[in-house]
């Protein structure tokens, strides 16, 4: 059976569309002649949920050696004047595809440009290679050109249909002494749960122990075409407490409890939560994983303190120096923070330039200096800032 490989890449397809519809690309600059695979690979899909993807493809009018595509022919030019008869074969059950035309047929000098939409609601899992078959016309190239129709063909994309690894315990948090649960299935049926405490599909707080602990379910299956399986896993913590735990009230809901508002328990009681690390429970701003803005009078992440700007940090947001480099006036600007005075050393560590300033801003005049690097030390009351400045005239 001949092989005609045409180009092809996703496209995602608007929801309940009756027709393929999309822009296919034109990816033949990076393909032989005749055209070939861009992407065959499809998204992938998850079973019993609504699906759509595109595959677009590409036709040439170039000639080609026939050998590209069936080795038989090698020697003969030839070039595809037509393609149709579409029938689609190793889609998942509840998954069709169809092309945006019934036939193409490249004309001219340009690409021609098709597409095909592949979807529905697939009800079976795995790996499958969804085959579009088709027939091609071709035609012999030179001074005598010989047609040759109905060439079957066909190409493959590849569509992986996961399961649903969904299950649903009746809590996340237990008492030690609390009876075995049972562990219900609401996806895909099949899998295996494991973890501590699980046996089958019941999980044992006695026997999990005290803590934090994980329960993984996971499926694999292979349905209907498929030519390999397709797995998932869904992983739930659950906490089991000891008998007589401190809980500490949330008000503000930011998951830091408050540890003047306590209770004891068994399990985690609505509101409440397993940590006293809160400095404020009527706002859910200010709790350890907030950042502190420095020097407004709030401790928003409860370090204890408010944080206060340090003098690098004032440097960073209000210090404007320019231009760098200079050809001779540089102007020093801090905004709000006063300049006391301002030292310009050389790379030998010599002085030269000295200024008494006390204002937020100033020109310093560096015209005498020889081209080169300098050091800029401004003195504020706070501290020094140091600044590199090139001398360039």
Known sequence: MKKL???ASAFTLMSGMAQAQCTPVDCSASLPAYGGVCDTLLIDAEVNQPYSDFESFVLTPNCFDAGLIDPGSAGLEIRITNIDGFTYSGFPAGVTGQTNQASYA???MNNTLGCLGVSGTPTEIGVF???MDFLAD????GFIQLPQPDNAANYVLWLTVRPNAAFTVPSTDFCVSDAAVNLTVTGTAGGTFSGPGVTGNSFNPAT???GAHEIMYVISAQQGAAIAPAADTMIMTVNVYSAGTTFYQDADNDGFGDPNASALGCSLPDGYVS?????DDADPNINPDETDIPDNGIDEDCSGADATASLEDIAASLLEIYPNPTNG????DLKTVLINSIEVVDLNGRVVNNTVVNENSYTADLTSLLNGVYLVKINTPSGMIQKRVLVQK
């Open 129 to 131: 290679n969804c085959t």
């Open 138 to 141: 071709v035609i012999t190239c």
């Open 106 to 108: 490249p004309s001219g």
């Open 5 to 7: 490989l045409l180009s």
């Open 275 to 279: 940590n006293n690390l809160d400095c």
């Open 329 to 332: 006036l540089l102007n020093i």
């Open 208 to 210: 999990a122990g005290v």
